[in-house]
Each structure stands twice: as structure tokens, then as C-alpha cells.
């Protein structure tokens, strides 16, 4: 949360915002509350499940040629396989749930942001006058084109919230399936793998470090964003 008495906030020239940075700052400690847990429980439930695995004993006995290693094959296939992929994807959908989540906030808060000042001044372009289907960069656009708010600040985390967008968009609309042109930049982001299915490419969150450095990059861009918003409200009211 901005300390609005910190050598960074001198001049508070426009109060509401800190009660956007403490809701924010509420929606994203609540956010990786539920990380942690279904990582908790998801991980839980694979543990469980190996130690069942462990201690039967037609798994543990070494096979004695190919035929019984088949056959030992097809068991664990039988009683086990399935339980192994569910496991696995409830790991994955709450992984990618969560990313979803967290990227609605992003864009609902930006929202906020542009509502509060398209309130208070009275520009001659709204939000609605810009066009696309990319809300983010729609609010965007209107807070450093028609607010004039400098971006310099916050440029470096926006161009990564755009990067990992794809991987958002990804998940939400195309059932996670990777176009080949973008399978370097998901094999070369720690946390990201791809799995074949097929001929396609589906996105895997490989580890929940991923969601949480997301979770921490718009942290870190909010922070920096409602100081400039602030900034910027100051020299246009002319104030501090």
C-alpha cells in the first residue's frame, strides 16, 4: 500500500486514490491467499496419491521380463491413469484460473482509474470514443493520450503485462493452445511448458512461481501508476 506520508507521495493531490490502492492492495493479498491454497491442495492430492502408488505392491515388484512389465504397465494404467491425469489438471486449472483472475483485476482497476478521471475533467474524448476490444490497452491509451499521463514510469512493467497477456488471452479463448510462432517465448518464461496434444500446442503452467511474479509485476505497476496518475492530476489542477 502507498504510504501517503513516504517522501514518494509528498503531495497528495488527489485523496480518493489511496482508497484504490488499498482495494487493490486487499484484492491481490486475497488473490495470493488462493494461490498458496490450491497449490496446497493440489500438491496435497498428488503426494496422497504417489504414496498410494508406492505401497501396492504390484507396482513395487521388479519385473521379471517384457511381458510382465506390460502387464504391470496396463495395471497402473487401469487403477491409476486417470486418477494421475485429474491430479494433474486440477493443478493446471487452478494455476490458470488464477492467472485469469488476476488479469481481470488488472483491467477492472485501470477501469476504476479512467472512470475517476474521466469524471473529474471534462475531455472531449471518453473511453468509449476509443475503439478495440483490448480494454487494458484501451484504458490505457486514454490515461497516457487523453489524461497525458507520462508513461516513462510504468512503460518497462506495461510492455511485460502485454507479453504475458498473450498467454492470458491464450488460455481464455483458445483452450490454451500456443500458435507455433510464440513457442519460444513460453519455452524461454520460467514457469511455462508446452504439452503436445496432437498436432497442437497446449500452454502448461509448469510451476506457481509464474502466477505469482505475474501477481507481483501489476502489483508493481499499480503502485507506480496511481503516484503518476496523482502527478499528473496535481499539474493540471495546478496544484503543490
Known amino acids: 500500500m502507498i504510504n501517503l506520508n513516504s517522501d514518494e507521495f509528498k503531495i497528495n493531490h488527489w485523496g480518493i486514490l489511496y482508497y484504490y490502492d488499498d482495494d487493490l492492495d486487499n484484492l491481490l493479498i486475497a488473490e ?25 505392491a504390484e507396482l513395487q515388484a ?35 484460473a488464477s492467472l485469469l ?81 510464440k513457442l519460444q517465448f513460453v519455452e524461454q518464461t520460467n514457469g511455462l511448458s508446452v504439452r503436445k496434444f496432437g498436432n497442437d500446442n497446449i500452454l502448461e503452467i509448469s510451476n506457481d512461481e509464474y502466477v505469482t511474479e505475474i501477481l507481483n509485476l501489476i502489483k508493481t505497476f499499480f503502485n507506480k501508476l496511481i503516484k503518476d496518475v496523482d502527478r499528473r492530476y496535481g499539474e493540471i489542477k495546478n496544484v503543490g
Open 101 to 181: 483472475s488476476i488479469f481481470s483485476i488488472l483491467e477492472g482497476q485501470l477501469k476504476l482509474i479512467s472512470k475517476l478521471v474521466e469524471d473529474e475533467f471534462d475531455f472531449s474524448v471518453k473511453t468509449k470514443h476509443i475503439t478495440g476490444g483490448d480494454y487494458i490497452h484501451k484504458y490505457w491509451l486514454y490515461l497516457t493520450k487523453v489524461f497525458e499521463l507520462n508513461p516513462a514510469n510504468v512503460q518497462d512493467e506495461y510492455n511485460l503485462i502485454r507479453q504475458h497477456k498473450y498467454v492470458r488471452n491464450k488460455i481464455a479463448h483458445s483452450n490454451s493452445e500456443i500458435d507455433e510462432n
Open 32 to 56: 495470493r491467499k488462493l494461490i498458496e491454497n490450491s497449490e496446497k491442495y493440489s500438491k496435497t492430492l498428488i503426494k496422497e496419491f504417489q504414496a498410494k502408488v508406492e505401497n501396492d
Open 62 to 96: 521388479k519385473p521379471k521380463n517384457y511381458e510382465e512389465g506390460s502387464m504391470q504397465a496396463q495395471y497402473y494404467g487401469h487403477y491409476y491413469g486417470d486418477t494421475e491425469k485429474i491430479n494433474n489438471q486440477i493443478l493446471q486449472n487452478y494455476r490458470k
